[in-house]
């Protein structure tokens, strides 16, 4: 009975977990896709002005102008190429996922990020509630994993290994497998997608597993290049079980 109830508990943990990140995803979106539009609108008028009239600016001006651009760019607006950008949003359903998803695990890359007083208040409640949750989640999923230890465990004991060895090899099972599923694939992953070399796919799974996310390598951002839908979801995914292995090893 225990167990059962054990393993309800956890598919509920699972799925109310999921369910805030999707919620929080869909607030976010609300809140902040309108005046992420107004700003794109606003940044190429401020392109095409520039265009009309940049051989007779003053210095002034062309001042104004680089600082207008540089602000656009550090709230995700680039505005080069041509108009259909603006349907692009950074709050699509996947980029919030992903938003809400550094916010909770403390990733907090910084490429996205609330703008509008309520997504800012909102991210503050949000994130008070998520990480504590998070912290829950990892740890349950972390024990999961844990008790596929024991089982190797019992099982390589009962063919008469002695316990010290058998708590070393299940060490470097899940590191090496951890290693290898967590950053050597999907750097080769990250290396097709986003066209970024061997060395720079590990060094991102890293920063960004490790959560400390100094957010120079962001997947999904580079503009002009196709990304499947549900590229960032999955990479959220990733980063979930990846962040449940680094809490699994930690107890190990």
């Not at 996947?94 to 909102?122: D, E, R, W």
């Not at 230890?149 to 099982?155: D, M």
């Not at 100094?214 to 962040?243: C, H």
Request: charge should be positive; charged fraction near 15%.
């Amino acid at each position: 009975k225990a167990m059962c109830s054990g393993k309800l508990q956890t598919g509920l943990l699972v799925a109310g977990y999921f369910v805030y990140l999707l919620v929080g995803a869909a607030v976010f979106q609300v809140l902040e896709r309108t005046a992420e539009k107004e700003e794109k609108m606003a940044a190429a008028q401020m392109k095409e002005a520039f265009l009309q009239n940049f051989t007779h600016l003053t210095v002034a001006e062309m001042e104004q102008f680089m600082k207008n651009l540089t602000e656009a760019i550090q709230n995700g607006v680039y505005p080069v190429g041509n108009e259909s950008q603006i349907e692009d949003s950074n709050w699509d359903f996947s980029n919030s996922f992903f938003f809400a998803g550094t916010v909770v695990s403390t990733i907090g890359y910084g490429t996205l990020h609330p703008k509008t007083a309520g997504g800012q208040i909102f991210c503050v409640f949000f994130a008070l509630f998520g990480i504590p949750l998070n912290i829950v989640f990892l740890h349950r999923v972390g024990k999961m994993l844990s008790l596929l230890c024991k089982k190797l465990g019992k099982f390589l004991h009962e063919k008469g290994m002695r316990k010290k060895k058998i708590k070393f090899l299940t060490l470097l099972f899940f590191l090496t497998t951890g290693i290898l599923v967590f950053l050597c694939l999907p750097s080769v992953f990250f290396q097709i997608t986003e066209g970024w070399s061997y060395s720079e796919g590990i060094y991102f799974a890293f920063i960004t597993l490790s959560t400390i996310g100094f957010g120079d390598y962001v997947v999904g951002k580079q503009p002009g290049r196709n990304y499947f839908s549900y590229y960032r979801t999955l990479v959220a995914v990733w980063i979930l079980f990846g962040l449940a292995w680094i809490a699994l090893l930690f107890n190990l």
